[in-house]
């Protein structure tokens, strides 16, 4: 059955809303009991302040928000309850969560897609199958067949309905905010925001890892760190970085074709777009090369080490932790 994304989200808002009240009546008649017992009522407060209640507090936009909650660190918004469910569904893409169960599914180094289907209830009737390969590329315009904002509309049309994918998309959109289609909003996100969320969430020790040629887009992928294999940089090599140059090239031959036909209103844009392109095929350019070398060297990583020791013998291809 399809569902609408914000009559899900007005349910969680009201249930934890109403869970940060009930805290703050509980605090409030606790300090009541004990102010009785102490023979001190009328001496020390019994309210809470709305800062000082400790569990989360959901408001639409940060604007919303009064000035007697800044302080308290668990309050939130609509964006943050969005990029969660953004997060969530990397996790599933991943093969980390599912939908089909509850809790960690792959969670474990050097685990696999058959490690998941093992968990599943049904191996021959999963809702929506982890990437096989580990790698999903993050590009501004879809160039793979697991392009990650295609792997999020299929998530979205599994978890939610087909017949509500194009509302709740916007709902996403809207939430996170932004020009453009809700599926461009959403691509730029993935571009230029989702690690940076992603880190501040796991206290600078992601577990999906960024691979980042730089500030061009040239190219860009996430990897799953417990599910590394020692090969793992050559695929990327090999099946995404070789194929991304390989498309640029073709783009640019297309434009430039055109370019020469074209008409004077059409001919900076076009001029632009082969800069662009030009600019990101050098950039994936020098990119291939710093994978190649690492990629030799089949680099074997252990969990028992932490993120950080891990994340640092791959640090000339992978995007700095802020």
């Given at each position: 059955?399809?569902?609408?994304?914000?009559?899900?989200?007005?349910?969680?808002?009201?249930?934890?809303?109403?869970?940060?009240?009930?805290?703050?009546?509980?605090?409030?008649?606790?300090?009541?009991?004990?102010?009785?017992?102490?023979?001190?009522?009328?001496?020390?407060?019994?309210?809470?302040?709305?800062?000082?209640?400790?569990?989360?507090?959901?408001?639409?936009?940060?604007?919303?928000?009064?000035?007697?909650?800044?302080?308290?660190?668990?309050?939130?918004t609509?964006?943050?309850?969005?990029?969660?469910?953004?997060?969530?569904?990397?996790?599933?893409?991943?093969?980390?969560?599912?939908?089909?169960?509850?809790?960690?599914?792959?969670?474990?180094?050097?685990?696999?897609?058959?490690?998941?289907?093992?968990?599943?209830?049904?191996?021959?009737?999963?809702?929506?199958m982890?990437?096989?390969?580990?790698?999903?590329?993050?590009?501004?315009?879809?160039?793979?067949?697991?392009d990650?904002?295609?792997r999020?509309?299929?998530?979205?049309?599994?978890?939610?309905?087909?017949?509500?994918?194009?509302?709740?998309?916007?709902?996403?959109?809207?939430?996170?905010?932004?020009?453009?289609?809700?599926?461009?909003?959403?691509?730029?996100?993935?571009?230029?925001?989702?690690?940076?969320?992603?880190?501040?969430?796991?206290?600078?020790?992601?577990i999906?890892?960024?691979f980042?040629?730089?500030?061009?887009?040239?190219?860009?992928?996430?990897?799953?760190?417990?599910?590394?294999?020692?090969d793992?940089?050559?695929?990327v090599?090999?099946?995404?970085?070789?194929?991304?140059?390989?498309?640029?090239?073709?783009q640019?031959?297309?434009?430039?074709d055109?370019?020469?036909?074209?008409?004077?209103?059409?001919?900076?844009?076009?001029?632009?777009?082969?800069?662009?392109?030009?600019?990101?095929?050098?950039?994936?350019?020098?990119?291939?090369?710093?994978?190649?070398?690492?990629?030799?060297?089949?680099?074997?990583?252990?969990?028992?080490?932490?993120?950080?020791?891990?994340?640092?013998?791959?640090?000339?291809?992978?995007?700095?932790?802020?």
């Open positions: 059955m399809a569902t609408l994304l914000a009559d899900k989200y007005a349910a969680r808002k009201a249930e934890v809303n109403e869970r940060f009240e009930q805290l703050r009546a509980n605090e409030e008649e606790l300090n009541r009991i004990f102010a009785e017992i102490y023979n001190m009522v009328g001496e020390v407060p019994i309210e809470v302040e709305d800062k000082y209640v400790s569990v989360a507090r959901i408001f639409d936009t940060a604007e919303e928000i009064p000035e007697s909650y800044k302080g308290n660190k668990y309050v939130r609509k964006r943050d309850e969005i990029t969660s469910l953004i997060s969530y569904a990397v996790g599933c893409m991943f093969g980390r969560y599912s939908l089909d169960v509850d809790g960690l599914v792959l969670a474990d180094q050097g685990d696999t897609v058959e490690d998941y289907l093992q968990k599943m209830p049904d191996p021959a009737s999963v809702s929506f982890p990437d096989a390969d580990n790698v999903i590329p993050i590009t501004d315009e879809e160039y793979f067949e697991d990650i904002v295609g999020f509309v299929e998530f979205m049309r599994v978890a939610y309905g087909a017949e509500t994918l194009e509302e709740n998309l916007r709902f996403v959109a809207d939430a996170l905010g932004g020009k453009g289609t809700s599926r461009d909003v959403i691509r730029s996100y993935f571009l230029k925001e989702f690690f940076k969320d992603h880190c501040q969430t796991y206290k600078k020790r992601p999906y890892w960024q980042d040629s730089g500030k061009k887009n040239g190219f860009k992928a996430l990897i799953y760190m417990h599910r590394y294999q020692p793992l940089l050559a695929r090599r090999t099946d995404y970085v070789h194929q991304q140059q390989e498309r640029y090239r073709a640019v031959s297309y434009a430039e055109a370019l020469a036909t074209a008409e004077k209103g059409n001919r900076v844009k076009l001029e632009k777009r082969i800069s662009k392109l030009n600019d990101q095929l050098r950039e994936a350019s020098e990119f291939e090369e710093k994978v190649h070398h690492l990629a030799d060297q089949m680099i074997e990583i252990d969990l028992d080490d932490g993120v950080k020791v891990n994340y640092a013998k791959f640090q000339d291809v992978l995007a700095k932790i802020k």
